[in-house]
């Protein structure tokens, strides 16, 4: 939003909800605090219309039965008018006006609110014929929008609502300035929306734009970097890798990438340099880890060579995956210097996710593969914790894959 004017309240609906008037944060607090942030959610941001007296209590007492949620409701209405006066808000307005059974901001002290402020730059922006002025009014409406609308609230079917259209409006405002930035040559713009939108509204696709942008200005070695952190990222956190588009964009940057002409020793010495050496598995990036997966499945084909895919999982006691948290990605850490230490040298390693490893197990049985198991719990297992690692293998062959399950979760004695 602009510059802060003095006597307006501003109003905050995305991700966080706040109030400030004149530099002073109007704070909500706890409890039955809440209830004041309830009621001033829905009269702020219906302010012009009204908000229903029944739509008020519904969402202000949620599922609770009130004798006399009227009076109740007055009285929430009563606090907040005093936690208002006491900012140094003008108390001859009343704030909070009632009429024909709706609620109302008074039209005395000016609101200047996020939300809207993102509408009526995107509506301006659809009314201005010419690029450049459009482009900057796009670009304004992108950045106002910091998350969900109210994102704390989303339990209320008004907000959830709401928070689907904002949405959708800030992914309109990001594709029509990214056509535009396209339009102009602008690829380090392009960028910089990207960057902003991924924060913005994480986890998705939107660094589809910045890599768009990376690959655009020539910048190789940052777009593979930032391609191999973006995928690390969807399959640590969701499981699942980046779009197709952004699979497209890598494959367009392979075909892009040329390297000045040189001799075969100079060639093969820059490929044998590791910039990290261990002395267990190869850890690598679940790109680095998908190329390899099929080379040497086609090597198995032709040649007979017995290898076996891995998946480890942390486990608690029960043989239950674990839930997000701090514990588990201090255990996935852990788990998978166990596993590298475990293996060979010629094993590859990837992290697939929080509590999740994938290893290629190559030139090896599947009793060499549980001995690698038994390996790699004895150096998991600390002090008879309950928690333990899972084991699912399957063979490594295009047509007939066996697969067998192996867990072994420590138990307190």
């Not at 094993?347 to 030139?363: E, K, S, T």
Request: aromatic share 10%; with cysteine; charged share 30%.
């Amino acid at each position: 939003m602009k510059e802060m004017e003095k006597n307006v309240l501003y109003v905050h609906m995305f991700d966080k909800f706040s109030l400030e008037w004149n530099g002073k944060k109007i704070q909500a607090g706890k409890s039955r605090e809440s209830q004041f942030s309830y009621l001033m959610q829905m009269v702020l941001h219906y302010r012009r219309e009204g908000v229903p007296r029944e739509e008020i209590k519904a969402v202000v007492f949620e599922e609770r039965d009130l004798e006399n949620a009227n009076h109740a409701l007055r009285s929430i209405i009563y606090n907040a008018r005093k936690k208002l006066a006491a900012v140094g808000m003008p108390e001859g307005s009343g704030f909070i006006q009632q009429r024909d059974g709706r609620y109302y901001w008074t039209r005395e002290i000016p609101v200047v609110e996020d939300a809207w402020e993102m509408e009526r730059l995107a509506r301006e922006a659809e009314e201005q014929p010419e690029a450049g002025p459009r482009l900057k009014l796009l670009l304004e409406a992108c950045h106002i929008y910091t998350g969900d609308f109210l994102s704390a609230q989303n339990s209320a079917v008004w907000a959830a609502q709401e928070a689907r259209r904002y949405h959708g409006l800030f992914c309109s405002c990001v594709e029509k300035s990214a056509r535009l930035l396209r339009e102009a040559g602008d690829y380090e713009g392009l960028g910089e929306l990207g960057a902003y939108a991924a924060k913005a509204d994480p986890l998705a696709d939107w660094e589809t734009l910045t890599m768009e942008a990376m690959v655009s200005l020539g910048k190789h070695q940052e777009a593979r970097k930032f391609y191999n952190d973006t995928l690390e990222l969807y399959l640590r956190e969701q499981g699942f890798t980046p779009s197709k588009r952004m699979r497209d964009m890598v494959q367009k940057l392979g075909e892009q990438m040329e390297h000045s002409y040189g001799i075969l020793d100079e060639i093969q010495r820059e490929l044998s340099q590791e910039k990290e050496l261990y002395p267990g598995g190869y850890l690598c990036p679940y790109p680095v880890f998908l190329g390899i997966y099929q080379m040497v499945q086609r090597m198995s084909e032709r040649g007979g060579q017995s290898v076996y895919l891995m998946l480890c999982t942390v486990v608690d006691g029960k043989g239950n995956p674990l839930g997000e948290g701090a514990k588990l990605e201090e255990l996935s850490e852990r788990l998978g210097e166990c596993i590298r230490c475990a293996v060979r040298r010629s094993d590859v390693i990837n992290r697939y996710g929080r509590g999740q490893y994938l290893v290629l197990l190559v030139n090896t049985t599947r009793e060499d593969c549980a001995v690698v198991q038994k390996r790699i719990s004895r150096k998991f297992t600390v002090n008879r914790q309950r928690i333990g690692v899972q084991y699912h293998v399957s063979s490594v062959e295009r047509q007939l894959g066996e697969i067998f399950e192996f867990s072994e979760n420590s138990q307190k004695g």
